[in-house]
């Protein structure tokens, strides 16, 4: 089996458990954010992201993700990064989070076919931000190989996206396992909450 083929396969079997795994405690609307600081890769070029410094520019979409260069994630990002002009047009900020290694996230961050240098991401290795939302982190699958033929060695955080309001209140929570909602489908809804906080706000 090649390399590619061998990543398909085991990509979707990750997958498979990923929606398998039952909705936990995840922080619910109204909840306010657990504001963190992180290390952090846009473009390539690494920093701390701060949440507060990003909430105090307006709302914020933070959705947290399995693993960089895994297909549904892949997609997740292209799709955020193609979409990034719409987000900053309803003033809100975009963070991916997961438990890659600061280094894979360089790449990610980086790459013209996923972030593509639009909007940062942030390495939460040992699980404690995903926690700090309620998100339980699964221990790392024996077999998981990414696109590239490279093995996945991190554990992996349930895809889910919470969209902030300026305040820090949580207004939205969505995840894969509960909602069923496809990596696109996690962009599209929270482009269009922003998008109307962003109308309500001007009156329109």
């Known amino acids: 089996m090649s390399k590619r083929l061998l990543a398909t396969a085991s990509i979707g079997a990750l997958a498979a458990l990923l929606l398998t795994v039952p909705a936990l405690a995840a922080l619910q609307p109204g909840a306010k954010a657990p504001v963190f600081t992180a290390e952090a890769s846009l473009a390539g070029e690494e920093f701390t992201f701060s949440l507060d410094q990003a909430l105090a520019r307006g709302p914020v979409v933070l959705y947290f993700y399995p693993a960089a260069f895994t297909h549904g994630c892949d997609v997740e990002a292209h799709t955020f990064a193609t979409h990034k002009a719409q987000f900053t047009a309803a003033g809100a900020t975009i963070i991916g989070v997961s438990a890659d290694s600061i280094q894979r996230l360089n790449r990610f961050s980086s790459d013209p076919d996923y972030c593509a240098g639009k909007f940062p991401v942030a390495s939460d290795p040992g699980g404690r931000i995903a926690a700090d939302y309620g998100l339980e982190m699964i221990p790392p699958?024996?077999?998981?190989?990414?696109?590239?033929?490279?093995?996945?060695?991190?554990?992996?955080?349930?895809?889910?996206?919470?969209?902030?309001?300026?305040?820090?209140?949580?207004?939205?929570?969505?995840?894969?396992?509960?909602?069923?909602?496809?990596?696109?489908?996690?962009?599209?809804?929270?482009?269009?909450?922003?998008?109307?906080?962003?109308?309500?706000?001007?009156?329109?």
């Open 141 to 204: 699958q024996k077999g998981v190989v990414d696109v590239n033929g490279n093995t996945v060695e991190h554990g992996f955080i349930p895809r889910t996206t919470f969209v902030l309001d300026g305040s820090g209140e949580i207004v939205a929570v969505f995840s894969t396992s509960a909602d069923k909602l496809t990596p696109v489908q996690h962009v599209t809804k929270s482009l269009a909450i922003v998008e109307k906080m962003q109308a309500e706000k001007s009156g329109k």
